[in-house]
């Protein structure tokens, strides 16, 4: 269970002071798949980053699972954000490092009593051929599912996307997409996904938060599409849309 | 022309082992200038780096500090460096010239400001996201440094090297000013004191391929370490 309880968030930048948040309160079920939508510049990010400690909270308070991420030491902060596993628009990739040695990046910083084994997360991403390539080699898509592996080889009780498909095409996107559901089904954590792309959160969450201006204006329960699999080729879906009206 | 090719081969031989001397001294000098580099240059960039603003480790008095001292050190002319330091010299080592181990003290200075700001720059053209992605896996400042930033950084920090070692190089041919010697030293006591100017050219020469082969070598080990 995440919750935000009035959390206002203002950056200083020369005097001038920004409103990212303000006064938001919203909880995050545990097992969730949970969807944080809005235009850019809404605060979704900033929101995701407050979880993990990647931002604090002007006021207000940030809890997971009943424990204030703010007032943890360090030591504390770090044993949570071992349990917390993140994916990133960019990837974020060591490039001097392989396939495999970037998987395997989180268990050199701690020790895991329940991780799983490079072979097996490779495996579950669909990239067990690539384990010796470096990032350089691999597309965007790939590139991701590193990512996806890296965050999964801990096993996490909660897992954070920013914006995971934004740097993608629409096919990849949706191949990420499928990734990401089969990680929810096969490993139940809660999952938080901050994106702009309606189809992304209608695919994969169970509930969302709309957000503008840094405020959530809604909560919704999505209604999941039946329409399921329905992964054209790029051409195919490129005549669809720019030949109809 | 024969018979003068022949004549300077014979000067060249005269004048090998004292030719042989100096580059021995210089390489005295590089050594330590290296080693302060690597021991102390790589730890004091870092630390700029950490404290520098915006990250999470920042802290501006101690940047302010370490980046003025850098700063001073850096803007000396070298040959006032040199001279300025030469009480110091005396006190820790009990003589200040006529030795290419006095002679590196100022070496091992202006080595340790250079090089730090080399890696300062290098650790800076590290994406953000990599910092962050750091931070969002609870490494500490260490493994920040350790399995991060120096892995990503890696060959832009051999080729920062490459030129701080081509540099010193050209700082080591000052010490002949304090007697420490050295292939530039040589070449000035026989070009310019002495008139000796095919000896000169050829000590010149010995440190034109010096610098080649040290900037061959950096590139080349910039080049293999580089998967990006």
Redesign the interface.
């Given at each position: 269970m995440i919750e935000f309880d009035h959390i206002t968030k203002t950056f200083k930048e020369n005097s001038r002071s920004l409103t990212a948040l303000s006064d938001i309160s919203l909880s995050i079920h545990e097992g969730e798949a949970f969807g944080i939508i809005g235009e850019s510049g809404a605060g979704k990010s900033t929101l995701l980053r407050l979880i993990n400690a990647l931002e604090k909270p002007t006021n207000g308070l940030v809890t997971v699972d009943g424990v204030a991420v703010s007032d943890l030491s360090k030591t504390d902060l770090r044993k949570m954000q071992k349990r917390i596993g993140m994916i990133f628009q960019q990837f974020n990739l060591l490039n001097n490092k392989t396939v495999e040695e970037n998987v395997r990046l989180p268990l050199e910083l701690h020790d895991f009593a329940a991780s799983l084994t490079t072979e097996e997360v490779l495996r579950f991403v669909g990239l067990e051929d690539k384990k010796d390539s470096y990032p350089s080699q691999l597309s965007g898509g790939q590139k991701q599912r590193v990512g996806i592996a890296r965050a999964l080889i801990t096993r996490p009780d909660i897992l954070l996307c920013d914006e995971p498909t934004s740097a993608l095409d629409q096919n990849t996107t949706e191949e990420i997409v499928e990734v990401l559901k089969k990680a929810h089904k096969e490993f139940q954590m809660t999952i938080v996904v901050v994106t702009h792309e309606l189809p992304v959160i209608k695919e994969l969450c169970q509930r969302a938060a709309i957000m503008e201006l840094g405020e959530v204006r809604d909560v919704i329960d999505v209604k999941q599409s039946d329409e399921r699999g329905n992964i054209k080729p790029y051409h195919e879906r490129a005549i669809e849309v720019l030949s109809h009206e | 022309m024969s018979e003068e090719i022949g004549l300077y081969i014979e000067r060249v031989i005269e004048y090998l082992p004292r030719m042989m001397e100096s580059l021995g001294e210089t390489g005295i000098m590089l050594f330590f200038a290296m080693l302060a580099a690597i021991l102390m240059g790589i730890p004091v960039g870092t630390l700029l780096y950490l404290t520098s603003s915006g990250q999470p480790t920042e802290h501006r008095l101690l940047n302010r500090i370490i980046n003025a001292l850098v700063n001073i050190i850096r803007s000396f002319p070298f040959l006032l460096l040199v001279v300025a330091m030469q009480p110091f010299i005396r006190q820790v080592y009990g003589r200040a010239t006529g030795d290419p181990i006095a002679a590196s003290f100022p070496m091992i200075v202006i080595a340790i400001a250079l090089y730090a700001r080399f890696v300062e720059q290098s650790l800076n053209e590290i994406?953000k996201?990599?910092i962050?992605?750091a931070?969002?896996?609870?490494?500490?400042t260490w493994?920040l440094v350790w399995?991060?930033l120096y892995?990503?950084a890696?060959?832009s920090l051999v080729i920062g090297f490459t030129t701080a070692v081509i540099s010193f190089v050209s700082y080591s041919t000052i010490m002949g000013v304090v007697g420490g010697g050295g292939i530039g030293d040589f070449a000035i006591r026989y070009g310019y004191q002495r008139y000796e100017t095919d000896i000169m050219y050829t000590a010149i020469v010995l440190i034109i391929i010096l610098v080649e082969i040290f900037q061959w070598l950096g590139l080349k080990l910039a080049k293999r370490?580089?998967?990006?």
């Open positions: - | 994406p996201g990599i962050e992605t931070q969002s896996m609870g490494a500490t493994q399995k991060f892995v990503e890696r060959s370490l580089d998967k990006r």
